[in-house]
């Protein structure tokens, strides 16, 4: 180990069995932590060329479960997003791509920090859970064309260990480490393709669009290197999407946008991916085509119904997709209103993912239990106008105090000024 720690300092690359003897080697416990800390040093300093992030994303994939979807009948695709502030996509697009017959056998986090994930999310209808074993995962996507599973222990254990080390040796912001540490989930989750969501702005992962646009690169070459085919979306996360921020209220917009009552960045978003998505499946030839397919099973209601199918198949009360006055709610509601006058120029959005924390819609540590009902309903977005008093938002909080100290951070967010201002566009580019 000593020796690779010292060619890899000395900016040479790693063969591929330097980095499978290191990863196997960390994995089973037989290198300390010490040393691994040392390498992830070396290699933030001199970074990885293509070919050794490729080998350092398959043998983390391979250090655990490679999931076998072979029983899923058609091409299965897979998406995931580098996260952001009011990212509730998975919930509307899964039911929207899955009407269109593509299988989608998804594998979710919950989320640590400010907002829950996609399971999390999905918990707020009652009942629900993501605890199936492998067969109902498979059965269930067989039949109704989508199954979310919670990630296993066993998927890419290398990169859990891994990647908890980084945390702590200030080596998590590295691209290729970045790129290989979520690609060797997605490869080991098994699907065919791979459709990316890579956001970029102020509540997103990567700040600038450079930043984006690279990590996005990285993550295409390795799954298309893995055999996947793999495209990204780079998308905007300068500001909350859509305009629901916080558990349940993310569940009511997405089965709004179902209805087609949508937010329009959301729902061009979620066209954008859903296109790819279909022509990765074979579904369509044209963005042109699939966009036409999503918009049918909106306006045909088999989106929302595909979506209540799922909910139910996974023990949730499916009778909330059609009355949502039946998910949790929360007791304290509070216009945020402006201090200011002006157009909004800008809204720092990791800022109101932390308000949502503040109300208990994130979780601190991971044993936090998350409250589902709160967080906000932002009325105004970059490029609007607002008068002295016109309201900003609506929270939902549960807690008097917690309310105060979130409505006070979530005001100071917002940047007003004067001249007007562009809306940011939503989709930056594509990567295939
Ligand atoms: N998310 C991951 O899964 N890994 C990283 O390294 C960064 C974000």
Redesign the pocket.
């Known amino acids: 180990m000593y020796d690779v720690i010292m060619k890899k300092r000395n900016g040479f690359s790693l063969t591929e069995e330097e980095i499978r003897f290191f990863v196997q080697g960390y994995t089973k416990g037989e290198i300390p932590d010490y040393q691994v800390s040392a390498l992830m040093m070396a290699i933030y300093f001199q970074g990885m060329s293509k070919e050794e992030t490729l080998t350092l994303t398959m043998e983390m994939a391979k250090s655990g479960d490679m999931l076998d979807l072979s029983e899923i009948k058609g091409i299965k695709v897979d998406k995931h997003s580098?996260g952001g502030v009011g990212d509730k996509t998975s919930l509307a697009l899964t039911p929207m791509v899955a009407a269109c017959s593509i299988s989608v056998a998804k594998m979710s986090g919950r989320g640590l920090g400010h907002t829950g994930g996609t399971i999390d999310k999905l918990e707020s209808f009652t009942g629900f859970t993501t605890g199936i074993s492998r067969e109902t995962f498979i059965k269930n996507v067989n039949e109704i064309g989508i199954a979310i599973m919670g990630q296993t222990a066993d998927l890419a254990p290398a990169?859990k260990k891994l990647?908890a080390l980084?945390d702590v040796t200030a080596t998590?912001d590295q691209m290729s480490?970045?790129a290989s540490?979520?690609m060797s989930?997605k490869l080991a989750a098994g699907a065919d393709a791979i459709v990316l969501d890579v956001k970029t702005g102020s509540g997103a992962?990567m700040k600038t669009l450079e930043d984006s646009i690279a990590l996005a690169k990285e993550m295409v070459d390795i799954g298309n290197g893995a055999g996947r085919n793999t495209i990204a979306v780079v998308s905007d996360m300068d500001q909350p999407l859509g305009y629901a921020v916080g558990n349940s209220l993310e569940v009511i917009e997405a089965i709004e946008t179902l209805k087609g009552n949508g937010p329009a960045d959301f729902t061009e978003l979620v066209m954008e991916l859903g296109s790819q998505m279909l022509i990765a499946g074979e579904k369509a030839n044209s963005k042109e085509e699939a966009k036409k397919l999503l918009q049918d099973t909106i306006e045909n209601g088999t989106a929302l119904d595909k979506f209540a199918e799922f909910v139910k198949a996974q023990g949730g009360d499916e009778r909330a997709v059609y009355d949502t006055t039946l998910l949790p709610k929360a007791s304290v509601i509070r216009e945020i209103k402006s201090d200011e006058e002006g157009y909004i120029h800008k809204i720092q959005c990791d800022e109101i993912g932390i308000c949502s924390l503040i109300l208990g819609g994130g979780r601190e540590t991971k044993e936090s239990e998350i409250d589902l009902s709160v967080g906000f309903v932002l009325t105004k977005k970059i490029g609007d106008y607002v008068k002295q008093g016109d309201t900003l938002a609506i929270m939902h909080a549960n807690d008097t105090a917690k309310a105060d100290t979130a409505e006070k951070r979530f005001k100071a967010a917002y940047t007003i000024a004067n001249d007007p201002v562009q809306k940011p566009g939503m989709i930056k580019t594509v990567i295939a």
């Open positions: 580098t990169d990647y980084r998590v480490l970045i540490s979520i989930k992962f």
